[in-house]
């Protein structure tokens, strides 16, 4: 990927403290928390994957503490550049797509554990959206795990993991998201891959990194729809529990999630998004 560092005004750089919660509800399953839920789960006997059931509440908000000092490496600092740029890109993105309803989120950068309007979480929740504040919260550290546990390195991979959970905010501003069964849970979590895929299928036009956009390389799809595979309920239960569970399904097999993402990848039209039929 061919990216411009911008002036970070897309994040919200809490990894110094802990970010305080105006209200209260339970946080969402994060794009890489099945793992770890399952995991302990597996070696304690204690069934973490009831944890899944998550609540919906009134739009609230957050106040992140960004005077505390930052203590940080000048590799981790490339990283929150890069997600800055991802996210203005998703966003300009989806800026276009959608000018009357699309509203700007921003990602929140925690270590450890972070108080949002959606509850309190911890790094094992893995990257995730709140729609009561209407927020993307990411500990930076779910990239190597992504890369080393997974089996999933590249930036593109990790650009997915992004626009995957922006695209959750898209579907907070479309009325799509809420609250329901295992089922529902797939069909909105398929759909958020598709929707990263359209950003990817526009990122993948040409002569965008001249313009000082995020531009995809050759390579870099297939770093995406390998994330993809490896973050397939289906594979994640088999790894951690050595048995696949479809009834605790809540964001859909590998083959699901690499089709929907392809799809957007193809065709770059958020219509082509329908998942209700999985």
């Known amino acids: 990927m061919r990216w411009t560092p911008g002036d970070r005004s897309n994040i919200e750089d809490a990894r110094g403290g802990s970010g305080f919660r105006m209200g209260g509800g339970a946080v969402p399953i994060g794009l890489g928390g099945l793992i770890v839920l399952a995991l302990f789960s597996w070696l304690t ?19 992140v503490d960004r005077s505390a000092p930052v203590s940080s490496t000048p590799a981790e600092e490339r990283e929150v550049d890069f997600v800055d740029a991802v ?8 800026q276009t797509i959608l000018p009357q309803r699309y509203r700007p989120t921003r990602v929140v950068l925690f270590r450890d554990v972070i108080n949002s309007a959606c509850g309190m979480a911890e790094s094992a929740t893995g990257p995730f959206y709140c729609p009561q ?3 993307v919260y990411l500990d930076l550290g779910f990239f190597q795990e992504m890369s080393r546990r997974l089996g999933a390195p590249g930036d593109f991979a990790r650009a997915y993991v992004i626009a ?4 959750h905010h898209v579907q907070r501003l479309s009325g799509i998201l809420g609250n329901g069964s295992n089922a529902s849970s797939v069909a909105i979590e398929l759909q958020a ?4 895929g359209v950003w990817g299928h526009v990122a993948s036009q040409p002569g965008r990194a001249a313009k000082g956009e995020v531009e995809l390389e050759p390579g870099d799809m297939e770093q995406g729809l390998n994330a993809a595979a490896a973050i397939g ?6 790894m951690t529990t050595g048995r696949v569970m479809p009834e ?3 964001h859909g097999t590998s083959a699901q999630r690499v089709q929907w993402l392809r799809r957007g990848l193809t065709t770059g ?3 082509a998004c329908d998942t209700s039929g999985n």
């Open 248 to 250: 605790r399904f809540t």
């Open 193 to 196: 891959d598709c929707l990263a």
């Open 133 to 135: 504040d209407q927020r």
């Open 164 to 167: 995957h959970e922006v695209g």
């Open 233 to 238: 309920d289906d594979r994640l239960q088999q």
């Open 269 to 271: 039209d958020p219509n």
């Open 87 to 94: 996210t203005k890109d998703i966003q300009s993105t989806w």
């Open 45 to 63: 006997g204690t069934n973490f994957l009831s944890l899944l059931n998550s609540t919906t509440g009134s739009d609230q908000t957050v106040a």
